[in-house]
């Protein structure tokens, strides 16, 4: 399987910002569905933005606050994290579909593509 893999995450106070990346191999980061899930702790992977060809998607509870973007190599995306709640603690795992409906559908298992995710932890 194609690795994807995250850095960034780590541990901020409420109200704080923090940015996440994910390296993509370029076949896939150019042709795929590119996004994020989180999974917090007792509950199911939520996906929670999207982007391809600068059409990007976001849940309702990060819409606003969260920023999905790509470079134009397609080998890297971010998730810009502003206004970070305590309900945003989770693991956060990158990954490419080739449906925009996995994100929407919270569909993580059904993803070709996901890397080992990096947690994000928020304290009030």
């Known amino acids: 399987q194609a690795q994807l893999v995250e850095s960034g995450g780590g541990s901020v106070q409420s109200g704080g910002s923090l940015k996440i990346s994910c390296e993509v191999p370029?076949?896939?980061?150019?042709?795929?569905?590119m996004g994020w899930f989180r999974q917090a702790p007792g509950k199911e992977h939520e996906g929670v933005a999207c982007?391809?060809?600068?059409?990007?998607y976001y849940s309702d509870s990060v819409l606003g606050r969260f920023t999905i973007s790509q470079n134009a190599a397609k080998t890297t995306i971010w998730l810009q994290m502003n206004n970070l709640e305590p309900e945003d603690t989770a693991m956060y795992y990158c990954a490419a579909s080739g449906t925009y409906d996995s994100f929407l559908s919270n569909r993580f298992r059904n993803v070709p593509y996901r890397g080992q995710g990096t947690q994000v932890t928020v304290s009030s």
């Open positions: 982007i391809y060809r600068d059409n990007t």
């Open positions: 370029q076949r896939i980061g150019a042709n795929y569905y």
